[in-house]
């Protein structure tokens, strides 16, 4: 741990024995600014040591006591014990908290503590939102008549047992959403300097400098059926002080059913201010009331582990108001199966009842499924009965077109296809009249285009939208239309009835697009095929099988 001294104290003569050490204890922060705050690992498991917007909202009352021996191998080294306190108050939507420590290196002893109120606001079911405010005091002391030097009357020397005390404030904020935690507060706000007097009466001090401290932990379950049986934790740090580069810790915690976690981190350095290291923590959980930890650091480097040794750090907590928070768990959950019993109980008879009924239902659907599945198996019977029977016919028309009595069958169909449309019975009549008079031109049956469709779909693309509205305008130049045949297939992926209704689909898609761009519905008549009329009967590859995801259009017109 690191301290600021005044420039009067920093020229100093040389303290003999011991306290040349202390000497190359502080080569790695001879800089004039140094961090000011004890630097502790314990806030892996006790995040209120910096952030005061913690106070309170684990639920239930902490005591922590905690001690930080720095570098084993260094006589007089800095030595920092800590007392937290904080826990919930006015129905958990608040916090306070206490904090107490001292820190002693050679001849300058700390002491300090600070009260904590923190307001905690839920914002959803996941997430949550906490600022804290603390005001405390720091008092330092420095005892000169412990030091031994060839001067005892030298400017750097003080009055013998000298101290101030000094106020000074620190805020927080902390935000929660469901596993992540995020920590930001600013200790030593108030900026204050505490002031000395040397043997010639005049003023020596050091300003308490503002420092920055931010945090970001998340935790991550190894397993989501069990998420309290493995968690990984990593948390990030950062701080920093006015005049000094920022230095930040990684740490990984490995948490088991939150009653054991080992975890391991590295702390950064920088040239001349302070040293990087490694660390290593080990924690338990000894009952619902008690947890305690050790944290082992040692210097990245080796001339810091040569030079300082290692440095332990322990700290063992107290739960309180745990058993209450138990009781009211277990009086809910007795409620909650009281409950849950009665509404049983009550509903088993329902259940039954709804059970047969789910059966019962369930077999009428099944009946009606069957039902519908012969009819449309019947219907596609039929219908294709009755296409064939129009194809033959139209077929037997196309051979009787070479005869000399082709004329007369024409006339014969037409009237027939007449009498069967909706026209007016005076506009029959006159085209009867036309038609008897041999004033109509012969009628052909043809295939004017095709459309194709994705598999097991009967969506039109923009593609085929396209082919549509060319085969419509080609539709549009014939003297006069006589009906309009919209063949579906499809391809042999699914059974017979899926194919059937699939094939449907897409012929009725094509008659819905023809009627959109103004073609009659009265003469567009959609036949399904469903597989049954393959361009390629095998189908082993998918370009075969695509050929048959179409719709074929042919017209009887003039």
């Known amino acids: 741990?690191?301290?600021?001294?005044?420039?009067?104290?920093?020229?100093?003569?040389?303290?003999?024995?011991?306290?040349?050490?202390?000497?190359?204890?502080?080569?790695?922060?001879?800089?004039?600014v140094a961090q000011q705050i004890p630097v502790f690992n314990q806030y892996l498991i006790n995040p209120y040591v910096y952030n005061p917007a913690r106070a309170g909202l684990s639920q239930y009352g902490t005591l922590f006591l905690g001690q930080k021996k720095q570098w084993a191998d260094v006589p007089n080294a800095p030595?920092?014990?800590?007392?937290?306190?904080?826990?919930?108050?006015?129905?958990?939507?608040?916090?306070?908290?206490l904090t107490l420590f001292a820190d002693e290196m050679h001849i300058i002893h700390k002491f300090g503590g600070s009260f904590t109120y923190a307001y905690h606001l839920p914002m959803t079911e996941e997430s949550s939102f906490s600022m804290g405010l603390s005001a405390g005091f720091l008092n330092q002391r420095i005892d000169f008549g412990d030091a031994r030097v060839k001067n005892p009357n030298g400017d750097a020397l003080l009055q013998r047992n000298t101290?101030?005390?000094?106020?000074?404030?620190?805020?927080?904020?902390?935000?929660?959403?469901?596993?992540l935690d995020i920590d930001i507060s600013v200790p030593q706000l108030a900026n204050t300097n505490a002031r000395y007097l040397d043997n010639g009466g005049?003023?020596?001090?050091?300003?308490?400098?503002?420092?920055?401290?931010?945090?970001?932990?998340?935790?991550?379950?190894?397993?989501?059926?069990?998420?309290?049986?493995?968690?990984?934790?990593?948390?990030?740090?950062?701080?920093?002080?006015?005049?000094?580069?920022?230095?930040?810790?990684?740490?990984?915690?490995?948490?088991?059913?939150?009653?054991?976690?080992?975890?391991?981190?590295?702390?950064?350095g920088a040239?001349?201010?302070?040293?990087?290291?490694?660390?290593?923590?080990?924690?338990?959980?000894?009952?619902?009331?008690?947890?305690?930890?050790?944290?082992?650091?040692?210097?990245?480097?080796?001339?810091?582990?040569?030079s300082f040794g290692n440095t332990h750090e322990f700290a063992l907590g107290f739960r309180f108001g745990r058993r209450a928070e138990r009781i009211e768990k277990n009086l809910e959950d007795l409620k909650l199966a009281l409950n849950t019993h009665q509404a049983d109980s009550s509903h088993l008879v329902k259940q039954v009842e709804e059970q047969a009924d789910a059966e019962q239902q369930a077999q009428a659907e099944q009946q009606?499924?069957?039902?519908?599945?012969?009819?449309?198996?019947?219907?596609?019977?039929?219908?294709?009965?009755?296409?064939?029977?129009?194809i033959q016919e139209l077929q037997r028309l196309q051979e009787l077109q070479k005869l000399q009595e082709l004329q007369r069958l024409q006339e014969l169909q037409a009237l027939n296809d007449l009498e069967k449309s909706n026209q007016a019975d005076s506009?029959?009549?006159?085209?009867?009249?036309?038609?008897?008079?041999?004033?109509?031109?012969?009628?052909?049956?043809e295939k004017v285009g095709s459309v194709y469709f994705k598999v097991n779909s009967s969506e039109l693309s923009e593609i085929a939208k396209a082919e549509l509205r060319a085969i419509k305008a080609e539709m549009d130049d014939k003297n006069r239309l006589i009906t309009v045949y919209i063949a579906g297939n499809a391809s042999i992926e699914g059974g017979s009835i899926y194919n059937m209704v699939l094939s449907n689909r897409r012929a009725i898609s094509v008659k819905n697009y023809l009627a959109s761009i103004g073609m009659p519905e009265s003469i567009v008549l959609p036949i399904p095929y469903g597989a049954e009329n393959p361009i390629t009967k095998e189908q082993k590859y998918e370009e075969d099988r695509e050929k048959n995801r179409r719709v074929d259009i042919f017209i009887l017109a003039e």
Request: no cysteine; charged share 25%.
């Open 271 to 306: 040239s001349n201010i302070f040293a990087s290291s490694m660390n290593l923590s080990v924690g338990f959980n000894v009952s619902e009331f008690l947890v305690a930890s050790y944290n082992y650091e040692v210097g990245a480097r080796n001339r810091e582990r040569i």
């Open 427 to 445: 506009t029959k009549e006159e085209i009867a009249s036309r038609i008897r008079g041999g004033e109509m031109s012969e009628l052909n049956f």
């Open 368 to 390: 009606a499924q069957a039902e519908l599945l012969e009819q449309l198996e019947m219907l596609r019977k039929l219908k294709q009965l009755e296409d064939l029977q129009r």
């Open 1 to 32: 741990m690191l301290f600021t001294l005044s420039k009067k104290i920093t020229s100093m003569n040389r303290i003999y024995h011991s306290y040349i050490l202390l000497a190359a204890l502080l080569l790695a922060g001879s800089a004039t």
């Open 163 to 179: 101290n101030t005390t000094t106020f000074d404030v620190a805020f927080g904020i902390h935000y929660r959403f469901k596993r």
């Open 79 to 97: 030595d920092t014990k800590l007392l937290t306190f904080d826990m919930p108050v006015l129905d958990k939507k608040s916090g306070v908290g």
């Open 202 to 268: 005049k003023v020596s001090s050091f300003e308490l400098i503002n420092h920055w401290l931010g945090s970001a932990r998340y935790r991550i379950p190894v397993s989501k059926k069990d998420e309290e049986h493995l968690v990984i934790e990593p948390v990030f740090m950062v701080r920093g002080a006015k005049g000094l580069p920022a230095q930040y810790d990684a740490n990984i915690l490995f948490r088991w059913y939150d009653k054991f976690w080992l975890g391991g981190g590295y702390r950064s």
